[in-house]
């Protein structure tokens, strides 16, 4: 157990429609990091936040975005949802930006019918 | 932009015995960090080994250690006395140190799936 959580495990849901997925970093780490796993791109970086403030940017699509609340989660906003947006997404979590190991979540599943 | 790449989709080994998995790396930068991630079944990812690109000295973590050729950027993983658990798809990982936009960021290789016959 990595100390990160996500909610909820999987996810189905269809075209068109808009999710939420939720990240709580381990406690004391101030940066959180999403990734999305798919068949087609592999592991990929969608985006950083550190103490609140977005640090870096991936190939985030625009229909997608992110924030980190005050008490530290974050959460990933997936709208309009087309059928290659069905992936694993995974937070990560770590103390700072510097070179410290990012922890993984257990992941989100989305499947988008 | 950075990329990393690994040729072997697929390796096998049996129980005991020794596997090498490959990893190169392009990069224009000269302050970095590589990793290797173990994504079992279960889909978590777990670190196993990392090595930051000042280091000469090759990192190692029990059985598991690497071959770090910064020169011919080339970050290969060995693991040794193979055990079943050791099934899984292996990550290798690219982190700059350089800071800006992509500070922080994880770049992957595509994985290489490695089974391990007992």
């Known amino acids: 157990d990595s100390g990160v959580t996500q909610t909820p495990k999987h996810l189905i849901t269809a075209t068109g429609q808009r999710v939420t997925l939720r990240c709580s970093p381990r406690s004391g780490d101030l940066s959180v990091y999403w990734y999305q796993q798919s068949l087609d791109q592999g592991l990929q970086f969608l985006i950083q936040y550190y103490n609140g403030e977005e640090r870096a940017k991936g190939n985030i699509l625009e229909r997608f975005s992110a924030q980190q609340f005050p008490d530290l989660h974050s959460e990933l906003n997936l709208s309009s949802l087309e059928l290659g947006d069905s992936a694993l997404y995974f937070c990560?979590?770590?103390?700072?930006?510097?070179?410290?190991?990012?922890?993984f979540g257990p992941g989100t599943r989305l499947t988008v019918l | 932009a950075q990329t990393v790449t690994q040729s072997q989709p697929e390796m096998s080994v049996q129980e005991a015995e020794t596997v090498t998995l490959s990893c190169t790396y392009d990069t224009s930068e000269s302050d970095y960090y590589l990793f290797w991630y173990k994504q079992p079944p279960s889909r978590q990812m777990i670190l196993v080994i990392r090595q930051e690109a000042y280091k000469q000295q090759n990192a190692t973590e029990n059985r598991f250690s690497v071959n770090f050729q910064k020169a011919a950027k080339s970050f290969s993983l060995k693991i040794s006395d193979s055990q079943l658990g050791d099934a899984a798809m292996y990550f290798c990982?690219?982190?700059?140190?350089?800071?800006?936009?992509?500070?922080?960021?994880?770049?992957f290789g595509q994985g290489t799936i490695l089974t391990v016959h007992p």
């Open positions: 990982a690219y982190r700059s140190d350089a800071g800006g936009t992509s500070y922080g960021k994880l770049t």
């Open positions: 990560a979590s770590s103390v700072a930006s510097s070179f410290n190991e990012q922890f």
